[in-house]
């Protein structure tokens, strides 16, 4: 059973940085292209970044510059470094797995706020 489990969310201030780490078990995880999406309070849930098995990564333009996707293959996890970041980045962040099906984790809270 694939599981994902997200943490590092929290509090901080506009312009602040926050990195969320995402370790996946019960897959082969270099196999996996690892992402984040994120919802915020009554929108609905958007991409924010993925990498492939390869390494190839993708942004949203809103976060483009200021976010980055990364993954550890040794440790099985993927990370989020979020900088300069904005209130309108508040949100529950979500990672996923993805190789023959998509497993989610529960969410992290990231709420930038002064």
């Known amino acids: 059973q694939v599981q994902v489990v997200e943490s590092g969310g929290g509090l901080v201030q506009p312009g602040g940085s926050l990195r969320l780490s995402c370790v996946v078990s019960?897959?082969?995880?270099?196999?996996?292209?690892m992402g984040w999406y994120r919802q915020a309070p009554g929108k609905q849930r958007e991409s924010v970044a993925t990498?492939?098995?390869?390494?190839?990564?993708n942004y949203a333009d809103s976060v483009n510059g200021r976010f980055t996707v990364s993954r550890d293959n040794a440790k099985n996890t993927a990370y989020l470094q979020m900088n300069s970041l904005k209130p309108e980045d508040t949100a529950v962040y979500y990672c996923?797995?993805?190789?023959?099906?998509?497993?989610w984790g529960q969410g992290t809270q990231v709420t930038v706020s002064s």
């Open positions: 990498i492939t098995p390869a390494g190839g990564t």
């Open positions: 996923f797995a993805r190789a023959a099906k998509t497993t």
């Open positions: 019960g897959t082969i995880f270099r196999f996996n292209v």
